[in-house]
């Protein structure tokens, strides 16, 4: 049974169809790619997947269980953690409190706990603790556990929000767009992390890119997106060389 | 000229930074400890040396009402000031520092919970002797303890959660009509509700069930703001919130059997010094624990963004929902403390004019802080009695005072800084502790 499947998913907005009959297998391990010019749909996606929209027509099913209409936190619970585009972090916290934060579903000490400083409170924090710092160590940031985030650089943001989502516990990690705004040395390392978290974690990767190179290097399988339809699907290679894909990209050759 | 007046100031922060440095290696049991000897001080000389200085009487709340109403006499006041707090708490301080020091590493290594416990026990010492000298101290200390409950209690909404909330005098109607009401009932022969239930004796053992009672009343208020408005954000919970408090307030007015307008009185003498020391301790105690602990901290998630923390598996409509009762259920509990102290209720306390000034502690002490509700709450209440006989200009200054803290520090004076009891009570090695960043200091689990 595939880890994610997705069935003739459409989404309008109003009278536009952002996404139509979108279709996608996912298997557990995998490393997919979506690529797609501005405005294509990708982010529109990865909202319907992760439950900010809900899919005006089509399925989503995850181990077999249709996830439509359960509330983002239930799905991200379920093991589908994200990233965001545009960074979303909590400005006033530390960086160890963002990633501790994504432990919040799997917290058994209660507001019992919460309110009275149990001994089992004090243990379990312990565990997320370390649990948290740990995944820190894995993006690189660890020696910065105790800054509040915004004192952070910008590539730093990154992969805190990377070991964030991880802290989900995720079957399933959805990166948008992961390297956007990054030079070219930050690229190089948060493709590393990236190869890192799927080869150590064994994570199931699903990836939205506007870089072409970024995209090709790390995905088995590329989907190409545009206006809300997938027009080829492939490997890197096959995708390169698609005529409707280099189309969507560069225009239409013409002879004069 | 201009070289040594480019100089001054600089040189006065390095003085001041000296005179911080002096004082650096003494522990919180140190200056605690300092003022139990200035309070033992005032309580055996304070009115020979005040008759001596010229002085009336003991200056009651540090002089200020003697300074604004008798000019003449500043002079003697600041001289006992001087002498019985100022001086005796230096030198104790600094005298015994380096002793206390080594008792405060072997209190904190023995057990850290023993080493707050004895905190506190000198803290009440200390309270309890400096409200002994008149009854106008121990109504203001009190009034002030529980201030720093309310404060507490909607600083986790207004700060932690980022919501405004208006509603907080309301929350307070609740628990004090309800807490009165139970034990007027139960324990007290009273015109309102005729001859007690149950035997006096056992008024005081029940009291903290009735104060639970009024806090949950409260926080069953609070379902009623918190189902219609949480469903969007900002401005409407502040007006559903303001149309609540009006409505608990008429409400009150209107129910004859509670008294109406002419309010409930006669509520029995329960709340001691040492009683509401406690239950002020207890909601201090809880309520950080609350914002140290993930949940708690979930709060922070929603405000900040939202869409991430849901994304983050944080249910945030139960994390607003819970907060925003928990903030109701301590606003409620003292209200209940507050009906006991003034052993009166009536529906005109719990008006604008209290959420003006539970408001005005909020942010002038700083938002999402315990040590800045602490500080708030404390500073306000101080700031409003001292002023006190300068009558109507009070509400001038205090008004002006808070303008001038949110032009330099919009988020009030100690904001988003963590309380860490074991920061506090830890023994203090090193002449200068290290400042980070404005979060505070770092985390230590104990």
């Given at each position: 049974m595939?880890l994610?499947?997705?069935k003739?998913m459409?989404?309008?907005f109003?009278?536009?169809?952002?996404?139509?009959?979108y279709?996608?297998?996912f298997e557990?391990?995998?490393?997919r790619g979506?690529?797609?010019?501005?405005?294509?749909?990708k982010?529109?996606?990865?909202?319907?997947i992760?439950?900010?929209y809900?899919p005006t027509?089509?399925?989503i099913?995850l181990n077999?269980k249709?996830?439509?209409?359960?509330?983002p936190y239930q799905?991200?619970?379920?093991?589908?953690?994200?990233?965001?585009q545009?960074l979303?972090l909590?400005?006033?916290?530390?960086?160890?409190?963002h990633?501790k934060?994504?432990r919040?579903s799997?917290?058994?000490?209660?507001?019992?706990?919460s309110?009275?400083g149990?001994?089992?409170?004090?243990r379990?924090e312990a565990?997320?603790?370390?649990?948290?710092?740990?995944?820190?160590?894995l993006?690189?940031v660890?020696h910065?556990?105790e800054q509040v985030?915004?004192n952070?650089p910008?590539?730093?943001?990154?992969r805190?929000?990377?070991a964030?989502?991880?802290a989900t516990?995720?079957?399933i990690?959805f990166?948008?767009?992961p390297t956007a705004g990054?030079?070219?040395?930050e690229?190089?390392?948060?493709?590393?992390i990236?190869?890192r978290?799927?080869n150590?974690?064994?994570?199931?990767?699903?990836?939205?890119e506007?870089?072409?190179?970024?995209?090709m290097?790390l995905?088995?399988?590329?989907?190409?997106l545009?206006?809300?339809?997938?027009?080829?699907?492939g490997?890197?290679e096959?995708?390169?060389n698609?005529?409707?894909v280099?189309?969507?990209y560069?225009?239409?050759?013409?002879i004069l | 000229?201009?070289?040594?007046s480019e100089n001054s100031?600089?040189s006065?922060?390095s003085r001041?930074?000296?005179?911080?440095?002096?004082?650096?290696?003494v522990?919180?049991?140190g200056?605690?400890?300092?003022?139990?000897?200035?309070?033992?001080?005032e309580?055996?000389?304070?009115?020979p040396?005040?008759?001596?200085?010229?002085?009336?009487?003991?200056?009651?709340l540090?002089g200020?009402?003697?300074i604004?109403?008798k000019?003449?006499?500043?002079p003697?006041t600041v001289i006992?000031l001087?002498?019985?707090?100022v001086?005796?708490?230096g030198i104790?301080?600094?005298?015994c520092g380096?002793v206390i020091?080594?008792?405060?590493?072997?209190?904190?290594?023995?057990?850290?919970?023993?080493?707050?416990?004895?905190h506190?026990?000198?803290?009440y010492?200390?309270?309890s002797?400096?409200?002994?000298?008149?009854a106008?101290r121990?109504?203001t200390?009190?009034?002030?303890l529980?201030?720093v409950i309310?404060t507490?209690s909607?600083n986790i909404?207004?700060?932690?959660?980022g919501e405004f909330?208006c509603?907080?005098?309301g929350?307070?109607a609740?628990g004090?009509?309800s807490a009165?009401v139970v034990t007027l009932?139960?324990f007290?022969?009273?015109?309102v509700?005729?001859?007690?239930l149950?035997?006096?004796?056992?008024?005081?053992?029940?009291?903290p069930?009735a104060l639970?009672?009024?806090?949950?009343?409260a926080?069953?208020g609070?379902?009623?703001?918190?189902?219609p408005?949480f469903?969007?954000?900002?401005?409407?919970?502040?007006?559903?919130?303001?149309?609540?408090?009006?409505i608990?307030k008429?409400?009150?007015?209107?129910?004859?059997i509670v008294?109406g307008?002419?309010g409930?009185s006669?509520?029995?003498?329960y709340?001691n010094l040492?009683?509401l020391?406690?239950?002020?301790?207890a909601?201090?105690?809880i309520i950080?624990n609350?914002?140290r602990?993930?949940?708690?901290?979930a709060?922070?998630?929603?405000?900040d963004?939202?869409?991430a923390?849901?994304?983050?598996?944080?249910n945030t409509?139960r994390?607003?929902f819970?907060?925003f009762?928990f903030g109701?259920?301590w606003?409620g509990?003292?209200?209940?403390?507050?009906?006991?102290?003034?052993?009166?209720?009536n529906?005109?306390?719990f008006?604008?004019?209290?959420?003006?000034?539970?408001l005005?502690?909020?942010?002038?002490?700083?938002l999402n802080s315990v040590?800045g509700?602490i500080?708030?709450?404390v500073g306000?209440?101080?700031?409003?009695?001292?002023?006190?006989?300068?009558?109507?200009?009070?509400?001038?200054i205090?008004?002006l005072?808070?303008?001038?803290?949110?032009?330099?520090?919009p988020?009030g004076?100690?904001a988003?800084?963590?309380?860490?009891?074991?920061n506090l009570?830890?023994?203090k090695?090193?002449?200068i502790?290290e400042e980070?960043?404005s979060?505070?200091?770092?985390l230590i689990?104990?």
């Amino acid at each position: 049974m595939p880890l994610l499947e997705i069935k003739k998913m459409s989404h309008d907005f109003g009278g536009l169809r952002a996404v139509n009959g979108y279709d996608l297998t996912f298997e557990p391990g995998q490393i997919r790619g979506l690529i797609g010019p501005n405005g294509a749909g990708k982010t529109t996606i990865f909202n319907l997947i992760t439950g900010i929209y809900i899919p005006t027509e089509g399925d989503i099913l995850l181990n077999g269980k249709s996830i439509v209409g359960l509330k983002p936190y239930q799905i991200a619970s379920m093991g589908l953690g994200r990233t965001f585009q545009n960074l979303r972090l909590w400005r006033h916290m530390t960086v160890l409190e963002h990633v501790k934060m994504a432990r919040y579903s799997k917290i058994n000490y209660g507001l019992v706990g919460s309110f009275f400083g149990t001994p089992k409170r004090n243990r379990e924090e312990a565990e997320i603790d370390d649990l948290a710092r740990s995944l820190l160590e894995l993006v690189g940031v660890a020696h910065l556990a105790e800054q509040v985030i915004v004192n952070l650089p910008y590539g730093d943001q990154r992969r805190v929000e990377m070991a964030r989502a991880l802290a989900t516990e995720p079957r399933i990690l959805f990166l948008d767009e992961p390297t956007a705004g990054m030079n070219p040395e930050e690229l190089i390392q948060m493709m590393g992390i990236i190869r890192r978290i799927h080869n150590e974690l064994g994570l199931a990767i699903f990836l939205i890119e506007h870089r072409l190179k970024v995209v090709m290097e790390l995905c088995e399988t590329i989907q190409a997106l545009v206006f809300g339809e997938v027009i080829a699907e492939g490997t890197s290679e096959e995708i390169q060389n698609d005529p409707r894909v280099i189309e969507a990209y560069l225009g239409k050759e013409k002879i004069l | 000229m201009k070289a040594t007046s480019e100089n001054s100031p600089k040189s006065n922060r390095s003085r001041a930074r000296a005179f911080r440095e002096y004082f650096s290696g003494v522990p919180l049991l140190g200056w605690l400890a300092g003022g139990l000897v200035a309070v033992l001080l005032e309580r055996f000389l304070g009115t020979p040396l005040a008759h001596l200085l010229g002085l009336p009487k003991v200056p009651v709340l540090f002089g200020c009402v003697i300074i604004l109403k008798k000019p003449l006499l500043i002079p003697g006041t600041v001289i006992y000031l001087l002498l019985v707090y100022v001086l005796p708490v230096g030198i104790v301080a600094r005298l015994c520092g380096s002793v206390i020091n080594r008792l405060v590493s072997w209190l904190f290594n023995l057990s850290p919970t023993f080493s707050v416990i004895v905190h506190l026990c000198l803290l009440y010492g200390l309270l309890s002797i400096w409200s002994g000298i008149s009854a106008y101290r121990l109504l203001t200390l009190k009034l002030t303890l529980i201030a720093v409950i309310v404060t507490l209690s909607l600083n986790i909404i207004n700060g932690y959660m980022g919501e405004f909330s208006c509603s907080h005098p309301g929350f307070m109607a609740l628990g004090a009509y309800s807490a009165s009401v139970v034990t007027l009932l139960l324990f007290v022969d009273d015109r309102v509700f005729g001859a007690a239930l149950l035997p006096e004796a056992l008024g005081p053992f029940m009291f903290p069930v009735a104060l639970i009672g009024g806090g949950i009343v409260a926080a069953v208020g609070a379902i009623a703001i918190a189902i219609p408005s949480f469903r969007t954000r900002g401005d409407y919970l502040a007006i559903i919130s303001l149309a609540f408090m009006f409505i608990v307030k008429s409400m009150i007015e209107n129910l004859e059997i509670v008294g109406g307008p002419r309010g409930l009185s006669s509520q029995p003498n329960y709340v001691n010094l040492p009683t509401l020391f406690l239950w002020t301790v207890a909601a201090v105690w809880i309520i950080n624990n609350f914002v140290r602990s993930v949940l708690g901290k979930a709060l922070n998630a929603v405000r900040d963004d939202e869409m991430a923390a849901d994304a983050m598996t944080v249910n945030t409509r139960r994390t607003k929902f819970v907060a925003f009762l928990f903030g109701a259920f301590w606003a409620g509990v003292a209200g209940g403390l507050l009906a006991h102290v003034l052993r009166y209720v009536n529906p005109g306390t719990f008006g604008i004019q209290k959420l003006a000034e539970v408001l005005a502690m909020v942010y002038f002490g700083g938002l999402n802080s315990v040590y800045g509700s602490i500080v708030g709450a404390v500073g306000y209440s101080l700031l409003s009695e001292a002023l006190r006989p300068l009558e109507l200009f009070k509400w001038i200054i205090i008004p002006l005072l808070l303008i001038l803290v949110m032009i330099f520090r919009p988020t009030g004076l100690i904001a988003f800084k963590e309380f860490n009891v074991m920061n506090l009570i830890r023994p203090k090695g090193k002449p200068i502790r290290e400042e980070s960043t404005s979060k505070g200091g770092v985390l230590i689990r104990s």
